[in-house]
Nanobody
Framework: QVQLVESGGGSVQTGGSLRLSCVLS????????MGWFRQAPGKEREFVAAITWGATFRYYSEAVKGRFTISRDNTKNTVYLQMDSVKPEDTAVYYC???????????????????WGQGTQVTVSS
């Protein structure tokens, strides 16, 4: 059974940076494509970024492209989301997701994802 644990959330001012981490346990990390989603109060969960199992492909939502960077370290079973130039509209609970051998764009579809973390809160103040 896959377990995902996020960390790194917190409060940051507009224009600042934050790095989220997510550790996968229970399965072989290198078999899983990883993604980040977020959900703001009163809104549906939305895709943020994804990276394939071998880190060959990355895919970003238009809302974060050029500001956020997804990466992974297969030796640490960890995926990261580097958030730069953050805006108040980036405020949300951020969730880590995993799907075995999925394409990067496939990861953007949340209905096909079975394994989720518990979420970490990110708050951006103006």
């Amino acid at each position: 059974q896959v377990q995902l644990v996020e960390s790194g959330g917190g409060s940051v001012q507009t224009g600042g940076s934050l790095r989220l981490s997510c550790v996968l346990s229970g399965r072989t990390f290198s078999r899983y494509s990883m993604g980040w989603f977020r959900q703001a109060p009163g809104k549906e969960r939305e895709f943020v970024a994804a990276i394939t199992w071998g880190a060959t492909f990355r895919y970003y939502s238009e809302a974060v492209k050029g500001r956020f960077t997804i990466s992974r370290d297969n030796t640490k079973n960890t995926v990261y989301l580097q958030m730069d130039s953050v805006k108040p509209e980036d405020t949300a609970v951020y969730y880590c997701a995993a799907r075995e051998f999925a394409g990067a764009q496939t990861m953007a579809v949340s209905t096909g994802i079975r394994d989720w973390g518990q979420g970490t809160q990110v708050t951006v103040s103006s």
